[in-house]
């Protein structure tokens, strides 16, 4: 579903140009979330040795927020709110980034986080400024053009 509202709603709001092409979201997060993935495991073989529970809740929480983005940004076409909750978002990764570098090493966490963390930055400042420049986003016919739905058959 989301392909075609980056089809229709997507393609007629005003974006910055330095937003990336769309081919470069999927491989980033494919990357991002394989690495936090790992983080999460290098936790979690500590439970035997230490405490865990903050810093993998820490870890859900912000990864389920994460996923209310998408719909927030693209299903309601509310690009501040998406701005807001990817930054409240950060927030909650941070913490969850430092609690776990606490359970396994920082040498082992940040590597593997961070570069989450700097996605997140990025992400939270271009959903910024897609909001700023299109203040009635919502407004925006969501419809896929026709030549689009062609292409589909």
Request: glycine share 4%; charged share 15%; with cysteine.
């Amino acid at each position: 579903q989301t392909k075609s509202e980056i089809k229709g709603w997507y393609t007629r709001i005003k974006k910055p140009t330095w937003t990336p092409p769309n081919f470069v979201f999927p491989v980033a997060w494919t990357f991002l979330y394989i690495s936090q993935g790992v983080a999460s495991w290098l936790v979690w073989i500590k439970r035997d040795t230490k405490s865990v529970g903050l810093p993998l809740a820490l870890y859900g929480v912000q990864l389920a927020m994460n996923f209310c983005w998408t719909p927030i940004f693209f299903k309601a076409h509310r690009p501040a709110a998406a701005a807001a909750e990817s930054a409240a978002t950060l927030g909650v990764a941070a913490a969850a980034t430092v609690a776990m570098s606490k359970v396994a090493s920082p040498e082992a966490v940040l590597p593997l986080m961070v570069p989450y963390l700097g996605w997140m930055a990025f992400a939270t400042v271009l959903a910024g400024k897609i909001a700023y420049d299109n203040p009635d986003a919502h407004k925006i016919d969501a419809s896929v053009p026709k030549e689009e739905e062609a292409k589909a058959k």
